[in-house]
């Protein structure tokens, strides 16, 4: 069975550099995708970005600028990094794996499993 | 960026009922990269149908998906007390990958 977790400060100063670990257990990161997707409080979800085992990312438009991804396969972890935060960043940051595969002549992408959530607060 | 519109915002029913949920995309959709997910108040999402119609593992039968297009269905019959909590449509169709804005079914 293959379980996410989430680590990282649960508070971050204004302008400083959010900083977290998604450790999966019970399974290989090899030739998968894996997600962050966060959610203010009370709101909806919003896709950070995604990466795959060798690397390869793919982030929102509205964060790009911000954010950065990394893995390590041969310790089960990746990771998220979003500088210059503000209190906008405040949200439930969710690490996620990204299914993606073939079947025939259909193609399948979505979230199937996700971690419980880390809250993260940006303030002074 | 597609924006996936969720109605009725919530919904509220008794036990037993069926529940109707709608996802309406601002552009044609592949079925195939459309989800749902449940999220019960301080749980993580979960999974409910992928491909638009296809249960996930562990997902009772009582959920069903259905739609093309731009038009999409989360349906579940029988309402039990345990299925009190909003629901996501996502579309993984066209970067970037985008929720509904939920709706939350209340028993």
């Known amino acids: 069975q293959v379980v996410l977790q989430e680590s990282g400060p649960g508070l971050v100063k204004p302008s400083e550099t959010l900083s977290l670990t998604c450790t999966v257990s019970?399974?290989?990161?090899?030739?998968?995708?894996w997600g962050w997707i966060r959610q203010p409080a009370g709101k909806g979800l919003e896709y950070i970005g995604r990466?795959?085992?060798?690397?390869?990312?793919n982030y929102h438009p509205s964060l790009q600028s911000r954010v950065s991804m990394s893995i390590d396969t041969s310790s089960g972890q990746f990771s998220l990094k979003l500088i210059s935060v503000t209190a906008a960043d405040t949200a439930i940051y969710f690490c996620a794996q990204s299914l993606q595969y073939c079947s025939g002549n259909n193609c399948f992408r979505y979230f199937d499993l996700w971690g419980r959530g880390t809250l993260v607060t940006v303030s002074s | 960026e597609i924006v996936l519109t969720q109605s009725p915002a919530t919904l509220s029913f008794s036990p037993g009922e069926r529940a109707t949920l709608s996802c309406r995309a601002s552009q044609t959709v592949t079925s195939t990269f459309l989800s749902w997910y449940q999220q019960r108040p301080g749980q993580a999402p979960r999974l409910l149908i992928y491909?638009?119609?296809t249960r996930a593992t562990g997902i009772p039968a009582r959920f069903s998906g259905s739609g093309s297009g731009t038009d999409f269905t989360l349906t579940i019959g029988s309402l039990q007390p345990e299925d009190s909590a909003v629901y996501y449509c996502h579309q993984d169709s066209y970067l970037p990958p985008t929720f509904g804005g939920g709706t939350k079914v209340e028993l």
């Open positions: 019970g399974g290989s990161l090899d030739r998968k995708y």
């Open positions: 990466i795959y085992s060798t690397g390869t990312t």
């Open positions: 491909g638009a119609s």
